[in-house]
């Protein structure tokens, strides 16, 4: 059901770990082209758009609070409860990151320290698609409301009840009806109803994603690079076949572009992981996803553990589950992942909805250089310092004589001044 890849040698690793080439150049004529016409006809081309590319009218753009409060209601108690907890438990990780100022005496009568300070607006887009996103609310309103981002602006097209009720409980201060590569342009430029913010977040489809690289090459931030989503597995002999199909169908159905990525040290293992993948499958609602996103998969079989190592840190998964015997130890020895999940008992679905980590993780390799969405990713560091006459006086002169090096006169006439010892 996945291809099986049998003891491949080491020089051919990275050619294993690629990922389906993404063409985002074929999109930007159409992406430059949506942003050109929301700066210029602002709402109005958001009710335009949103009517060529999804068949929906749409007059006033944002969700008034009587409409969003009357939603929410429809949500029934057992999903309320369910929300809560994540809320409580994702509020309880992202809290316990919050950054501890130091002031630190670099040398005598030099102080120097960061503070944290908060994005001020910040744009939330949550896509329609086939699943409706209401735990990525949790993953990025709850972080925002802790760094205390005074405006949160979310953007879907998804109506399910869910997605306002967790938009209220999170404190999001505006919703609009709006999706697609629209929704960012309207974040990253603003309009008349949505305001302009300074940083985007959120999922998509290659359209968003390339609209978010556009926003990004106009100057507005964005939480990550971002490709199709993805599930490494490694399994040694503790490892439960059941359960490593169904971590790795959990991945799958997301989406055709999504690619689980099983590495073993057992044949035996994979060949029953197989069997219980064609067992599992005809059980999902979304079969016919998972079944394409399968075949775009790899099963591996390495000679040893660090063989295993080698290969896990080249691919850098987006999620990566341990089923392995001591598998704390085994993650000391990776460094290039999004989100490690430990043990036999620690599906991936546990981070993506209740345990507390954030699901908005890199994928596409991008765990070689970039972390999660957490705590700091809504947040500034402002270094400050603080100098007095004898601090500078001990210090002045290195000032001067690299200034000089420099061939900055005025930099180093600036500490000369202070001194009385123009240079």
Known sequence: MIPFIKYPSVDTFV???????????????????????????????????????EKREIQDILYSQQEISELADQVPASLKKAIQQAYANIHTFHESQQFVTQKIETSPGVVCWQKASPIEKVGIY??????PLFSTILMLAIPAQIAGCKEIVLCTPAVHPAIFYTAQLCGVTKMAKVGGAQAIAAMALGTESIPKVYKIFGPGNQYVTAAKMYANHKGIAIDMPAGPSEVAVYA??????????????????HGVDSQVFLVALEETFIEKTQEELEKQVQLLDRKDLALQALTNSKAI??????????????????????????????????VNAGSIFLGNFTPEAAGDYASGTNHTLPTNGFAKAYSGVNLASFQKKITLQSISQAGLEVLGQSIIDMAEAESLQAHANAVAIRLNTRS
């Not at 006809?41 to 758009?49: S, T």
């Open 236 to 253: 040694d002999k503790i490892a439960n076949p059941a359960y490593v199909a169904a971590d790795l169908l959990s991945q799958a159905e």
């Open 301 to 334: 079989l390495v000679k040893d553990r660090q063989e295993a190592i080698q290969l896990l840190n080249e691919y850098a998964a987006e999620h990566l589950i341990l089923a392995c015997d001591q598998p704390e130890e085994f993650a000391d020895h990776i």
């Open 126 to 131: 949550i896509p329609g698609g086939t699943a």
């Open 15 to 53: 050619q294993i770990c690629q990922r389906p080439s993404l063409d985002a150049q074929s999109l930007d004529q159409i992406i430059e082209g949506i942003f050109t016409q929301v700066e210029t006809q602002q709402d109005q081309a958001l009710r335009d758009l949103t009517l060529k590319f």
